[in-house]
């Protein structure tokens, strides 16, 4: 790596249906279970519902309906990945990724990670890029854009 960066990065692994996220472990508050999803009925595909979390309401995403495909269906193994956010754009400063099972902990490295082809049916606005390591393919998402959708919603839905 250049001079001055990390040889490593801790990261998580998330997976999703048919799908695998890969974010920096920095990026991750907290994992907690799918029991304190409360599911919405009028709100955009993606965002499934809401949670209780350290007093605060967050927002729960569905990453596979961001990508076009069908939000997953909650059962007892899933759990809700808490987000810092990037920016100060949300409120609370977090909110949730729906994941289909425990998040793994993994360190990445230069040599053990290499570029990827995208997924020609994936929302290229949402994902960044594709990536492959220990035979494993993963996707990192533009959690910039899905910040802005979600400020979009969270303010239309105050309206």
């Known amino acids: 790596m ?4 990390p040889d490593h990065v801790y990261s998580v692994l998330i997976g999703i ?23 919405r009925d009028q709100a955009p595909a993606w965002w499934l519902g809401d949670m209780e979390w350290r007093g605060r ?19 007892r193994r899933c759990r809700l990945v808490i987000i810092n956010a990037l920016g100060n754009s949300l409120e609370s400063g977090q909110y949730a990724i729906f994941s289909q099972a425990y998040p793994l902990l993994v360190t990445l490295n230069e040599t053990a990670i290499r570029a990827a082809a995208r997924n020609a049916k994936e929302e290229e606005h949402y994902v960044l890029a594709r990536v492959e390591f220990a035979n494993r393919a993963a ?8 910040e802005e959708s ?6 239309t839905a105050r309206v």
């Open 2 to 5: 250049s001079q001055g960066l």
């Open 17 to 39: 249906a048919e799908d695998t996220v890969v974010l920096p472990n920095s990026a991750v508050a907290e994992v907690a279970g799918q029991e304190t999803l409360k599911l």
């Open 57 to 75: 309401k967050l927002p729960v995403l569905s990453l596979e309906a961001f990508l076009g495909r069908e939000p997953p269906a909650v059962e």
């Open 139 to 146: 996707l990192i998402p533009n959690l910039t854009a899905l």
């Open 150 to 155: 979600l400020q979009q919603a969270l303010s």
